[in-house]
């Protein structure tokens, strides 16, 4: 996949980087500038009949299709401990569904229902306003100046963000919608839930101050040694006049959800950190029967990603 080649296009992805960079004291060579703390796993998709009905995507004809799946803590600290309520959440979920030889599509979420702002161009705004603020900044803030004027940002600022007791009892959102395109052409807009298995569990705020640094992964590591986590996919439906080009605007929950799929995870991938390292996700689906629903933080995702990705290799493991 290569850089955009519009100027502007390549600023705002170098602003948001350097931005990125800025606020989490970086760059930590070898390590993404958000999502930084990490573990790769291994596992299989297998599609649920329904979702034909949204789709004509391969992965949705195939029986079964191999994925790898990416937890994360929020912060582009590597060593940000994982009870860490504004390092550590929202958690991130990132999934590949490998097509064949170097041809794939992925899935990038995280554990809060929304995001900051509407704009790439906002959330630069908000991050230099978060590097601005220190705790003897006179009121009001930099940050607080910035809410006071993005009611969306405030919002997603004030959503609970709960830490989880193990990433498997952990949701997710892909907050941006997608078109689906099936095999008769018909076109519905809707947004990825991925659903643990297991339901979902938080811990209070006593209880995770009382948790180790790495209490998730370790968790995460022995959990999976002991036996398969599985995620279930599905997809929440626009109906007429709900916003689709705005990932600050949530859907009511009565909206319609079809079962996409189930993800099955049952071991660490190898060489994780080197993978880790190399793997760069793509948050535009690049697959027939799946397009982005004119979210304008679709590019600017993928241009950032692929930059802080490109920086991630080059770096001496």
Known sequence: MPLPTDEKALALGKDILQAFDTVFHGPYP?????????ALLTGTFVPAPEAASLTRASHIQNTSTPVSVRFSDSAGVPVVPDNDPQGASPHGFALRFHLGEHVHTDIVSHSAN?????TAEELVEFLHAVAATTPDSPHPNPVEAFLGTHPATLAYVQ???PLPTSFAKEHFFAVSAFKFINADRAVRNGRYRIVPELGT????????AAKGPNYLFDELKERVAAGPIKFQIFVQLAEEGDVV???????????KQVKFGE???DALTPN???EQRQIIFDPIPRVDGIETAGDPL???RATVYLMSGRRRRAAQP
Not at 32 to 38: L, T
Not at 114 to 118: I, K, L, S, Y
Request: hydrophobic content about 35%; cysteine-free; charged content about 30%.
């Open 114 to 118: 929304g995001f900051p702002t509407r």
């Open 272 to 274: 994780n950190e080197a």
């Open 263 to 265: 993800i099955t995870l």
């Open 201 to 208: 569990e938080y811990l209070d705020a006593e209880a995770a």
């Open 30 to 38: 070898g390590y993404r500038a958000a999502h930084a703390k990490g």
């Open 298 to 300: 679709f590019e600017p």
């Open 159 to 161: 959503m609970p963000k």
């Open 245 to 255: 080009d705005d990932s600050t605007v949530q859907w009511p929950e009565d909206r």
